[in-house]
């Protein structure tokens, strides 16, 4: 089950709802935004607070709208749907309603037992010093009432400007997202690989901050390889949606998708072997036959992430932007950015220096 706050989150969330053919439930506190998309579940929220017209970046009134709203919420996601087996809330960190997911979580976490997971929107660096702001106190708290959060960095998503290529941004994610809830639907016997993961191999893996990545080849005329699928897995383990540090993380799972010649015998057993061997001990593995493909595809998701810079990077920003000196926490960022090159620079320097030493002392033994 989807639920959407905010604009991104209601376009993000009507999307996946569309893809995967599954209900989703959009809340916002901007009539506009719900009227456009024309989802068939939508909700106002903090309609007698707002009057309709969204919280303009403003987390507090958001995080009121939700608290206000709380039964009204759980109301349409009831009437929606009875069973599901997680809530996957989407919002965006840095707006004034998606920022308040975490109000919403907490009353998820009360009405249901299943698992709620975030899937958030991180704010590009250049983004409106409120937006990074909202996303410094947003964060922490969306990350400590949800069973994982999936925070997604646009500029690895995107080309050029962010701005501009919001709708890109979007199918990206979405492409990528719909995958990892397919895991556990299966609707024929033919979607049925020899290692077959469910809902329950997706909740066993998902705590704390996670990503995912996504790599595929297309074949032509030659059959996939264990070497190919290794391959792949290096692949999607070093473009997730979130750079980080896959290394520090503390569980994984990766599927692998292809002709069922293949899928049925090597599958993602190497894929899983490489995992284990050179990201982290606690893997899960599974295969997707995919009748008359042409290509293989993996995708890897990594949790209990423990390392990010690039998360590191844009908090920084946003305690900055939320303290008043969004400037001066830039030109620290840069800063620190030159002294890691400096270092790196010095040790090269350094390695330079005996490799002359050791040329030089061999050419003095053999003069
Ligand atoms: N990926 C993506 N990001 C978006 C989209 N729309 C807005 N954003 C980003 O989301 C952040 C702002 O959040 P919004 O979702 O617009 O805000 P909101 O949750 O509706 O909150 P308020 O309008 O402030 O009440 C900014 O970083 C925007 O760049 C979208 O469709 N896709
Ligand atoms: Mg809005």
């Known amino acids: 089950m989807v639920v959407g706050a905010g604009r991104a989150g209601c376009r993000i969330a009507h999307e996946l709802a569309r893809r995967l053919k599954i209900e989703a439930v959009l809340l916002d506190t901007d009539e506009l935004t719900l009227r456009a998309l024309q989802h068939r579940h939508s909700l106002l929220v903090g309609d007698r607070l707002l009057d309709g017209n969204g919280t303009g ?23 929606v749907k009875k069973v599901f087996d997680c ?36 704010p590009d660096e250049d983004a ?47 492409e990528c997202f719909s995958r990892l809830l397919r895991v556990g639907e299966y609707s024929s016997p033919e979607e049925l690989g020899s290692r077959v993961l469910g809902a329950r191999d997706v909740i066993n893996t998902l705590s704390g901050v996670s990503t995912l990545g996504f790599a595929a080849r297309e074949l032509g005329k030659d059959a996939p390889t264990p070497e190919l699928v290794v391959e792949l897995t290096k692949q999607a383990s070093s473009s997730p949606v979130l ?28 894929a899983r072997l490489w995992i284990e061997e050179n990201v982290c001990a606690e893997v899960r593995g599974g295969d997707v036959p995919v009748r008359g493909a042409e290509r293989v595809e993996v995708m890897v998701v990594y949790s209990g992430i423990a ?24 030109l620290g960022e840069r800063l620190r950015l030159l002294e890691a090159k400096a270092e ?15 040329v030089e002392s061999g050419g003095r033994r053999e003069g």
């Open 87 to 122: 809530l996957v809330v989407v919002s965006a960190y840095g707006g004034g309603t998606g920022g308040a997911a975490d109000v919403l979580i907490d009353e998820l976490k009360r009405s249901y037992s299943e698992p709620v997971y975030h899937l958030g929107i991180l």
């Open 307 to 330: 390392e990010s810079e690039r998360l590191r990077y844009l908090y920084a920003l946003a305690k900055g932007a939320a303290e008043g000196r969004l400037q001066a926490a830039k």
């Open 243 to 270: 750079p980080c540090r896959v290394e520090s993380a503390s569980r994984a799972l990766v599927v692998v998708y292809g002709p069922r010649k293949y899928t049925d015998f090597v599958g993602s057993i190497p």
């Open 57 to 79: 970046r403003d987390l507090s009134m958001g995080r009121d709208a939700f608290d206000g709203d709380r039964y009204r919420v759980v109301e349409v996601i009831d009437r």
């Open 128 to 174: 409106e010093p409120r937006v990074l702001a909202n996303f410094a106190q947003s964060f922490r708290r969306i990350a400590e009432v949800s069973d994982a959060v999936f925070p997604v960095d646009v500029a690895s998503l995107s080309r050029g400007r962010v701005q501009t290529q919001l709708n890109a941004v979007n199918r990206r994610v979405v």
């Open 344 to 358: 790196e620079v010095a040790s090269l320097a350094k390695g330079l220096h005996s490799l002359l030493e050791e």
